[in-house]
């Protein structure tokens, strides 16, 4: 199989003076050195395809300012044109949307599970997105808004905005970002959970990119210890697929995909 070419890699400062150029937030410095990298090499990793989607939470920059860091991004030869700026909630989502939209496709035929941890139950649960018909519906409508999206050729990184005054980010963002088991919860129930106490497998996936420097996490979420087993083929099938789309591409090497088991007084979603 041919692969791709690499993108051509800026040095490490150019990286850096870019975001830390672009991101700043009032009198505040952009973000730190590593997380300027680290930053870089997620939204390569958006653009490579590993994952659908990068929820931009390095400080409170908004989206013209992402949008400017991207485009700075994109003068230095490091990204090929297409990304694009979903606006949820006011959080900032970094995506290429037809990458996105093939994924929430599949979301929607059933490649991902569930985990409802409503605080009115005693444990976690396994449920499919059948179960959750206004979720799914909600699904449906980011790919449509995202299929009928006007690309201003004008513009180095679009930008977009979905109302969402009553949905389950928490779940949505799950979806977006490539979670194979997405939690979800009764929002009439509060933040609450049933998670306090209980013994999750957090999965980690990172790989490396830049010689010399950290590798980049490309995803780390949880399942409860006791849903493992009737989630299994879920997994094993979400990392064979991940495997697949690194072999596909030569920008990052050394794919790691690590558990571990934790039990915590309380977990936040």
Known sequence: MLLPDPMSTPSPQLLVAAAQRTLSVGKRRGPAWAVCLHLAGEVLAVARGLKPALLYDCNGAGTSEI???LGELQGLGF???GLHILDIGGNSLIVIPEHVCQHLQQVLLGAVAFVDVSSSQSHPSVCSLDQLQDLKSLVAKIITHLQGLQRDLSLAVSCSRLCSPDWNLCTVFGILL???VPYT???NQGDDNCLALTPLRVFTARISWLPGQPPVSLYSFSVPESLFPALRDILDT?????????RAQNDFTDLS???EIVTLPAVAL
């Open 238 to 246: 979400w990392e064979k697929d991940l495997r697949t789309r690194c």
């Open 67 to 69: 949008q400017s860091y």
């Open 79 to 81: 990204l090929t044109k």
């Open 178 to 180: 490539g979670y194979p």
């Open 257 to 259: 995909i690590s558990s």
């Open 185 to 187: 919860f009764h929002l």
